[in-house]
């Protein structure tokens, strides 16, 4: 599995609300394979493959999507001494992020490195709040009068790109949720674009703002009207100290790629999944996800309309919304699989 795309769509910042360069990465990678590519008004990023329906064939629009933003930050205050304070875009785990290396998107174009920083451990005082973002900060090393003149009050701050590959199979990175999904909407629209025998149009759409409400989803269901959708995003692996699987299930790294068995899912469109991979040895695991409905792209573009026959697929992935999610390449294969056959097998 070639991964050049992979490396260049994680190295790109998508902070939720600021999608547009990875948004054209994805498009201009996708548009020598498909018949178009095109970009909305919110931002979701559209590649598609057109076939014209012929007599007394079934014909149907299959939309294929995940979300390409990722969690960071936007700066909410710039205090005298030149320090940045910031909040959320989207629900990154506080606890892992001091001493996190970042960089600063400013509205001039201008990339400014930092860290987040916090009071030293020998200063803090056992009655003293547990973390809060307001009580970080962002140290860029400039001087205040620099810091004021360079960075403004709603400028972005990304984890700075920290692609690794700790196994041969294995990578961590910041963003993989859900960049990871991205990539395996990227390898599908290729591979059926070379597929002599696919009777549907397929949209591999990479949506926006999925970490601050499904916004970007929202308006493109809206707008392709599928009758068919798969989401692809990441996954709870459970295969770590201290989950419980009574809880949250049985999902481990490596295993397969997870086919849910939710409210989220149409129950036909699940069976059939599992029965395609069953037929071509793709390993799979099946979820129910710890809650009935909720958590992806799906639920909204469920209720889209009068109702869209929905899959979730997903992406098995440790320490969600750190620094350092980790997923597997083998699942990641097993995904690009499974929706491939689906989409041509599927009257």
């Not at 609300?17 to 394979?33: K, Q």
């Not at 920290?162 to 990578?171: E, F, H, S």
């Not at 419980?244 to 299930?249: E, M, R, V, W, Y």
């Amino acid at each position: 599995m070639e991964t050049t795309f992979l490396h260049k769509i994680l190295s790109t910042p998508s902070v939720s609300g600021f999608e547009t360069a990875a948004g054209s990465l994805y498009r201009d990678y996708l548009h020598p394979y498909v018949d178009k590519c095109s970009v909305d008004v919110m931002g979701n990023s559209y590649a598609v493959i057109e076939r014209k329906k012929l007599q007394n064939e079934s014909s149907l629009r299959f939309m294929i999507e995940a979300h390409i933003d990722e969690i960071g930050f936007q700066v909410i205050y710039i205090c005298e001494k030149g320090f940045l304070y910031v909040r959320r875009n989207g629900g990154i785990d506080v606890q892992c992020i001091p001493g996190s290396q970042v960089v600063v998107h400013t509205n001039s174009g201008e990339e400014i490195l930092g860290i987040i920083g916090k009071k030293p451990i020998h200063l803090t005082t056992p009655d003293e709040k547990g973390l809060e973002l307001e009580n970080l900060w962002v140290d860029t090393g400039l001087l205040p009068d620099e810091v004021k003149a360079k960075i403004s009050v709603g400028d972005i701050v990304v984890l700075k790109s920290n692609m690794l590959y700790l196994t041969k199979n294995r990578i961590t990175s910041k963003g993989l949720d859900d960049k990871i999904g991205v990539f395996v909407v990227s390898q599908v629209m290729k591979k059926l674009s070379l597929a002599h025998n696919l009777s549907h149009t397929v949209y591999g759409v990479a949506t926006v703002q999925e970490e601050v409400g499904c916004r970007g989803a929202i308006t493109c269901a809206y707008d392709i009207n599928p009758d068919i959708s798969i989401s692809i995003d990441v996954d709870f692996a459970t295969d770590v100290p201290n989950c419980s699987k009574t809880k949250f299930g049985d999902i481990a790294l490596g295993n397969g790629v997870i086919i849910s068995r939710n409210l989220d899912n149409d129950n036909s469109l699940s069976h059939f999944a599992e029965n395609i991979a069953t037929e071509n040895n793709i390993a799979y695991q099946i979820s129910a996800r710890p809650r009935a409905s909720g958590g992806t792209n799906a639920t909204k573009i469920q209720l889209s309309r009068r109702g869209v026959k929905t899959l979730s697929i997903g992406i098995p992935c440790r320490y969600m919304h750190t620094p350092v999610e980790l997923c597997d390449l083998r699942d990641v294969e097993a995904a690009i699989e499974l929706i491939t056959k689906l989409i041509i097998t599927y009257k």
